[in-house]
Each structure stands twice: as C-alpha cells, then as structure tokens.
C-alpha cells in the first residue's frame, strides 16, 4: 500500500507506522490525531520530520473531522491517494455517529485511497468482552462500544474490500506467531474506487 500511497493519517498511538512506512517509501508523510496531552507530549519530543518524508501531529479528537482534514491537509497531499488507519480507536467512539466520522474522512480523499480499522468486538468472545467492557467503562471517563462483525464491516460502505476481508486482526497477513494469539477485534481494509 505505502509504494503507491506515500500519504498516511492516523488516529490512535501507534509510533512504529511512521517506521514501517518509510521503509517502503522513503518520502511517506505522516499525520498522528490524538488528543491525549501525554500523547502530545511524546509526539513533540519524538516525531520531529528529519528524513525525507514528513511526520505531524494533530491536537485533535477523531469527533472533529473538520479540524483534522484541515490541518492534515498542511502535510498530506490529498491529490494523491492516502491511507487512513483508524486502529483501535472506533469503539471509543460511541457518543456520535462512528459511520458518519469514516464517511467523511473517506470522502475528502481521493480515488486509491484506503481505510484501514480494528474495532474490539462484541461477537467474539460475547460474555468475557462485555463483562471486561462494562468494568472498564465504570472505570473509565470514556465510554467504549462494541460492535459486531456486521457493524464493523459497516465501515467500509462504498469501498473496495481487500482480501480477506473484516477478520479477526491475528488472521490479516497471519504469520505463525500472530496465529498462536486469539483477539477479540476485528481489521480490515477497504480501497475507494
């Protein structure tokens, strides 16, 4: 994906894809949302664009699409296909229409795009998932909403889905060690024609 989509804007924490993407293009830019200030804090003092791409990060909630398509703008070149990775952040999301936040983020980007997810299931593991859902969600500000195989392929309304589809996340691009471990989340990818 990265040979032909030099461009990349992420939501969630994942520090190693700037990495990965580079050493397939070079000149990938990337853009991190997050609006955690220890986040922040970490982005200020390590992603810091000395190689020949670029690397941003965006103050922001994933909620404010407005805010992150603009300022994502500033490095991305939204002429040119980009990868979107929403990697476990979507059940976070659940004060607001998730769908209507990757629609539009998917809609300002051009043809070859493609969206990447996880999503913590509610169908894998049914009563361990909830019952671990609902203690943290007494434990926690936020408050996380799972969803079954059916609502995360949801997300991929309108997009090209990419083999093998919306699968347990240890079964995409599997390899041995990967297979020993069972998840509760779904991943996929999907490309807009």
């Known amino acids: 994906m990265t040979s032909r989509n030099d461009d990349l ?3 969630g924490k994942d520090n190693n894809t700037r ?17 955690d200030p220890v986040v922040l804090a970490h982005a200020r003092a390590l992603l810091i664009s000395r190689e020949a791409g670029a690397t941003e990060y ?9 805010t992150i398509l603009e300022q994502a703008s500033q490095t991305l070149d939204f002429s040119r296909p980009v990868a979107i990775m929403l990697i ?7 004060d607001v229409d998730p769908y209507q936040i990757v629609a539009k ?9 493609c969206l990447v997810l996880s999503h913590v299931a509610s169908d894998i593991d049914p009563e361990q998932i909830a019952e671990a859902t ?34 347990r996340v240890e079964k995409w691009r599997a390899s ?3 297979t020993q471990y069972q998840s509760a989340m779904w991943g996929g990818m999907g490309r807009k024609p």
């Open 88 to 94: 476990a952040i979507l059940h976070a999301i659940g």
């Open 105 to 113: 983020l998917m809609d300002a980007m051009p043809p070859g795009s």
């Open 9 to 11: 804007l992420l939501g």
């Open 134 to 167: 609902a203690r943290l969600n007494q434990l926690s500000r936020q408050h996380f909403t799972l969803r079954d195989h059916a609502q995360v392929l949801r997300f991929f309304k309108g997009l090209e889905l990419l083999e093998p589809g919306v699968v």
């Open 176 to 178: 041995e060690l990967e």
């Open 19 to 35: 990495e990965v993407a580079r050493a397939v293009a070079s000149r990938s830019r990337v853009v991190y949302v997050d609006y």
């Open 58 to 66: 965006i103050d922001a909630d994933l909620r404010d699409t407005d």
